[in-house]
């Protein structure tokens, strides 16, 4: 038997199938929304949701089933994205409504996404799995990828900072990490509101991730900030491809509208730390590179570009190679900040 765990099909729905009329039902309802259904054994739902690759799992558990002990034959096979699923428990548990609330609410503690009583209507209780399973793909989706921008977001470049730093270790070659805050979005929010301030990251994101290499990582962080994973590539040369970065900038024409022609070039302010120089470790570099943007703010404000090594003496109050507006284009095709 191939237990390599297959790709997950959103449209595919495991029913653990008690032979009852309502279970027909629940079958058929969930066939109408435009869902494969797959029958099984109680008990057998996890082992077929994980060899068919289902979305969606509808568990009968046996009367002495423990709920965590249940959850835990769910996600042991299931990789990144266990299948929605949904627990269907005796209307009647002993007649007694609060224990068959304290015995739902044990299932949904365990880790299960829904319950019903098996004397819900079938249809209605279809409709709600559907629901169910769209919004899970919808938070999945939200966790990897920004919905803005379409960067990765902050769980995926944290994600991928340890394995490219053991890569670079391994090639014993150094990296990067980059941390840009925009210059001035608060205040451009508060004048001009959030939509102006909304188009503007989508063009810089576009503009960011079309620059790096495809085995470099860009994610959005937060609001205005973004983060750089940038492979072989020490602190210097990791400052000239941030400022050539904000030099070839450029904004759709529908964004340039939006901010009038007298506006000025977006800017950032960034910090920098190397691999292995500043740290070995990827929390740490990310937590360098913090906090060389903190003492670029504090010391030069905007449009500065600094490495954590210059963070200490002298050479952090440096303006002479970390200051952006040194690093001057044509002023004819373009806004310059002052």
Known sequence: MDLRAPVQQSNLVVLEHTGSPWADALHTHLRDLGFTVVNTAQGDGPRQAFLRGAAGLVRVPLAAEQAHLAWLAVVERAGRSPPTTLVVLPADLQGDELAWQHRALAWLSAGFDDYARDSE?????????????????????GSTVDQLTGLPTHNVFFSRLDPMLRLS?????????????????????????????????ADISRHLQ?????????????????????????????????????????????????????????????????????????????????????????????????????????????????????????????????
């Open 121 to 141: 209507d079938p249809r209605i209780l279809a409709e709600r799995l559907a629901a169910r399973m769209r919004y899970q793909a919808v938070r999945h989706r």
């Open 169 to 201: 270790s391994r090639s014993a070659m150094p990296m990067a990490v980059a941390v840009l805050d925009m210059d001035g979005f608060v205040a451009l929010e508060q004048q001009r509101g959030r939509a102006v301030v909304a188009q503007l990251l």
């Open 210 to 338: 079309a620059s790096l290499r495809r085995s470099d990582t860009v994610a959005r962080l937060g609001d205005d900030r973004f983060g750089m994973i940038l492979h072989h590539i020490n602190g210097l040369e990791a400052r000239r491809l941030l400022n050539k970065l904000w030099r070839s900038l450029t904004l759709e024409p529908a964004t340039l509208d939006l901010l009038g022609p007298e506006a000025a070039l977006p800017t950032f302010t960034a910090g920098i730390a190397v691999f292995p120089d500043d740290a070995t470790e990827g929390s740490e570099l990310y937590t360098r590179a913090e906090i060389a943007l903190d003492v670029a703010r504090a010391t030069g404000g905007h449009r500065r570009v600094l490495l954590f090594s210059e963070t200490s003496g002298d050479s952090g109050m440096d303006l002479g190679h970390t200051d952006l507006r040194l690093h001057r284009t044509d002023r004819a095709n373009r806004h310059e900040p002052e």
